[in-house]
């Protein structure tokens, strides 16, 4: 997960980009035939002290390597901010950032 | 010998310590909006999300969407509004398989405004819907889809 999270005027922006397939499982192999099965993030959220700051719920039209970009009133440069997702197999990932 | 090999133990111990700090899990909620997220019309998808069908028509959503989507594997979308108390954002697409897109809930103090970039199966409409104190606003955009988002 790569984030960019900057504060200004008391206003935290955040731009996340998520490296995942997204395999919406609608795709067939070429080769095989098989259908190539869905693997895609569901859900994402992001927390500033503890406390949940945004949430995103995704289903299988999201783009491979997600991005997103949200802003919440309240942090300040130095903070730390908690990111994670997690995917429809169990596959997941947690950062911790400092916003600038 | 004795006292060397302490501090190197003493040195390991705070250099293991150091690495097992863990980072906060974020524990999510499993099976929520799945219902939603499968259904394969949009009437459904509203009736699951919302109970209803209805939305009032607003004109202070900013949706933000190309017109013409020459790839409909990545269509940036951004949606902001001036609507108060809002306190989710749903995108639905409704000549995709499964019409709803993405769902974001927003805390109180969090700004009514998202991006993300999403799939279109073909040439549609996408309905960007705002939950705002209690009740339901929403937009409507057209998009033509040149080159369809699935894949082969």
Request: proline share 5%; glycine share 8%.
């Amino acid at each position: 997960m790569k984030v960019k999270a900057r504060a200004r005027n008391n206003v935290v922006s955040v731009r996340v980009l998520i490296e995942h397939p997204m395999e919406t499982g609608f795709r067939k192999d070429a080769k095989t035939g098989d259908v190539i099965p869905a693997k895609f993030v569901r859900h994402f959220e992001c927390q500033h002290h503890g406390r949940v700051v945004f949430t995103a719920h995704f289903g299988r039209a999201v783009s491979r390597n997600p991005y997103l970009s949200f802003a919440f009133v309240g942090g300040q440069a130095g903070d730390a901010l908690v990111l994670g997702w997690r995917d429809n197999t169990g596959a997941h990932e947690t950062v911790e950032v400092v916003i600038a | 010998m004795r006292y060397k090999r302490r501090t190197l133990l003493r040195g390991i111990l705070a250099f293991l310590a150091v690495l097992g700090t863990p980072i906060p899990r974020i524990v999510f909620a499993h099976g929520s909006k799945s219902k939603a997220f499968d259904a394969k019309r949009t009437p459904q998808v509203l009736d699951i999300l919302y109970g209803d069908r209805n939305f009032i028509d607003s004109d202070r959503i900013t949706f933000n969407i190309p017109d013409i989507a020459e790839n409909g594997a990545v269509v940036p979308v951004n949606i902001k509004t001036d609507l108060l108390k809002v306190s989710t954002i749903n995108i639905l697409a409704e000549r995709n398989p499964r019409p709803l897109v993405a769902s974001f809930t927003l805390p109180e103090g969090t700004l009514p405004e998202v991006s993300v970039r999403i799939r279109l199966a073909e040439t549609t409409r996408v309905i960007a819907i705002v939950e705002a104190d209690g009740k339901r606003y929403g937009t409507t955009k057209q998009v033509q889809v040149t080159v369809g988002g699935c894949g082969g």
